[in-house]
């Protein structure tokens, strides 16, 4: 080989390597520390603390970790909805299911459920329920966070769109985007099926970054 293709076959590998280099640099990297543990008040509709819900961040999506009291026994709904407002004494304010991917309400579906949906609260004779939930379909990561690093994006509805949602996204779908979310308590045990099955909104209380 002479001088000339040995320095255009060098030339040839150092662009590949640059090019090679430049993809290593610039891929989006998940923060090696999953989060902080955010712990949410539960409130009634008198204002009143019924418990809290801890929701930590783990290596294979998120662990909500309920501990309730005051509660009306049986079974209740335990959803993530669509907006970080809690008005009592209806709490309306917290808007529709959490459904960036537009699925329909319930496990029973076939195909997509709401991102909000989460098994029920069973509250003792006591008024009392400690349960916990893992999914790996939701992150307490910043939403512009999981956007920059391609794991997912937060996605919010439209007001007045229901349960339908309107924005369709990747999981996992951040908790914090720019509405924030809320963790809404049903007065009835949802059939996983009818959104409207699990009733009225007697406990809720909002998703926020730590302070």
């Known amino acids: 080989m002479g001088v000339r293709s040995s320095f255009i076959a060098a030339a040839l590998l150092l662009s590949a390597s640059s090019v090679v280099l430049a993809q290593q640099t610039t891929a989006?990297?998940?923060?090696?520390?999953?989060?902080?543990?955010?712990?949410?008040d539960m409130r009634d509709a008198k204002n009143n603390l019924v418990g809290t819900v801890q929701v930590r961040p783990t290596a294979h999506g998120t662990l909500f970790t309920a501990n309730?009291?005051?509660?009306?026994?049986?079974?209740?709904?335990?959803?993530?909805?669509e907006r970080g407002v809690c008005d009592p004494p209806d709490f309306k304010s917290a808007g529709?299911?959490?459904?960036?991917?537009?699925?329909?309400h319930g496990f029973d579906h076939r195909g997509?459920?709401?991102?909000?949906?989460?098994?029920?609260?069973?509250?003792?004779?006591?008024?009392?329920?400690?349960?916990?939930?893992h999914t790996d379909r939701l992150t307490v990561l910043p939403a512009q966070t999981v956007a920059q690093t391609g794991a997912g994006m937060s996605g919010q509805q439209t007001a007045g769109q229901g349960d339908a949602g309107t924005q369709e996204s990747m999981e996992p779908y951040s908790l914090l985007g720019?509405?924030?979310?809320?963790?809404?308590?049903?007065?009835?045990?949802?059939d996983y099926s009818d959104v409207n099955s699990a009733g009225p909104r007697i406990a809720c209380g909002v998703i926020k970054p730590p302070s």
């Open 68 to 81: 309730l009291m005051n509660l009306q026994p049986g079974g209740h709904g335990f959803h993530i909805h």
């Open 178 to 190: 720019p509405n924030g979310t809320a963790i809404v308590i049903h007065a009835n045990p949802d």
């Open 112 to 133: 997509k459920y709401h991102a909000g949906d989460l098994p029920n609260v069973y509250v003792t004779a006591q008024g009392t329920a400690m349960v916990e939930f």
């Open 28 to 40: 989006p990297q998940l923060p090696t520390r999953p989060g902080q543990t955010l712990t949410v």
């Open 96 to 104: 529709g299911h959490f459904n960036p991917n537009q699925g329909e």
